[in-house]
């Protein structure tokens, strides 16, 4: 009898062996996640209930003319237009489960740090546990990129949550990760001046603005090109958790505003431009319709398991909208990442497999 621990290494060697790699035109990857940011939002756009509820929306009608439309796809769109503008004409967005195109999150915690832990490395480990600043064991798909040839020390992370420095343990993996109000140390006018807001700002949920966050994220790839950036927004958790639903809209809005910026500076860049590829995920969902469960995620709301992603690249099929049934996990996304590059990631701990439906360009 073959014991399950020798089984497995045939099983991978047998895996690699048959996957192909769509022909290699990715050179560079932008990964950006929206911290709880729920699909019913995402495919569904404002909820009419929670913008008529003055409790989470005390500029109801204001919100409502920003937000609402009666057509839920034109709805979507004005919260969302370089999602569904741009993204979903040119790329693909998973996730919209009334159409049978399930994401979801493998990890059993259903809050962040296990979240980016599962984005970023491909394993629900569930010795992660906590949001506190444990330095994470796990190698993720960022060092190991970072390890590879042409790659190194062009890999980076900006932040606005002060975690992040210990979830990609920046000082194992030689990451560079600038997170909350990190110093922006370079000689760089541009850098050097959100430096200063950054210190300067009141910090409305006590970390920087995202804004500041998303700034030096695109100063710094203007001055020194990045291969990979990630850049992980925060605030719309935050005012979730607050029954603030206007500035979680809001928030969303702004972030997509901000990735619409940041893929036309990708775009007017010869350097970038026709050889990126943009990832946009969460790191969980938040609770369904439900009293006030939208406020909140984590083992007690299973729904806030439920997620989504959007991507967009010279490697990727612009089949739009995914509405055939499908299941895709959060462990998955590591191995797509490397994947696109030409890489293979196979590190010492157990990785979700590539997404095959975003890779048959
Ligand atoms: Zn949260």
């Given amino acids: 009898m073959i014991r399950k621990t020798t089984l497995l290494p045939i099983l991978v060697a047998l895996c690699i062996s048959i996957t192909s790699f769509?022909?290699?035109?990715?050179?560079?990857v932008i990964i950006v996640t929206l911290d709880g940011m729920r699909w019913q939002e995402v495919f569904g756009g404002a909820d009419s209930a929670l913008l008529k509820n003055k409790?989470?929306?005390?500029?109801?009608?204001?919100?409502?003319?920003?937000f609402w439309l009666d057509d839920v796809v034109e709805r979507r769109k004005?919260?969302?237009p370089f999602l569904w503008n741009i993204v979903a004409n040119n790329g693909q967005i998973h996730g919209n489960r009334k159409v049978g195109s399930k994401v979801n999150v493998a990890n059993k915690y259903l809050f962040s740090y296990p979240g980016y832990n599962e984005i970023l490395t491909g394993y629900p480990d569930t010795a992660i546990n906590s949001n506190n600043k444990v330095l994470n064991n796990n190698i993720n798909v960022l060092e190991f990129i970072n390890q590879q040839k042409n790659y190194a020390g062009k890999v980076v992370a900006f932040s606005t949550w002060d975690v992040f420095p210990y979830i990609i343990n920046k000082w194992r993996s030689g990451i560079y990760v600038n997170a909350d109000t990190d110093t922006l140390r370079f000689n760089n006018k541009n850098l050097q001046l959100i430096n200063d807001m950054q210190l300067l700002t009141a910090k409305p949920i006590d970390v920087r603005p995202d804004l500041?966050?998303?700034?030096?994220?695109?100063?710094?790839?203007?001055?020194?090109?990045p291969k990979v950036l990630y850049l992980a927004f925060d605030e719309t958790d935050d005012f979730a958790h607050e029954g603030?639903?206007?500035?979680?809209?809001?928030s969303a809005h702004a972030q997509d505003a901000m990735i619409k910026d940041l893929w036309n500076t990708i775009e007017t860049n010869p350097y970038y431009k026709n050889k990126t590829t943009l990832l946009i995920t969460c790191d969980h969902g938040r609770g369904d319709y439900i009293k006030d469960n939208w406020r909140h995620h984590g083992q007690a709301f299973p729904e806030s398991g439920q997620t989504w992603f959007a991507i967009m690249g010279p490697n990727i099929k612009a089949t739009g909208e995914a509405t055939a049934e499908e299941q895709i996990y959060q462990n998955?996304?590591?191995?797509?990442?490397?994947?696109l590059l030409g890489l293979h990631f196979l590190p010492n701990h157990p990785v979700g497999q590539p997404i095959q439906a975003v890779l048959v360009k």
């Fill in 212 to 225: 500041l966050t998303y700034f030096a994220a695109r100063e710094y790839l203007k001055a020194y090109q």
């Fill in 55 to 66: 409790k989470y929306t005390k500029d109801s009608i204001g919100t409502r003319n920003k």
């Fill in 22 to 28: 769509a022909q290699v035109k990715t050179e560079n």
């Fill in 244 to 250: 603030e639903y206007d500035q979680y809209l809001k």
């Fill in 78 to 80: 004005k919260l969302f």
């Fill in 332 to 339: 998955q996304y590591a191995a797509t990442i490397a994947n």
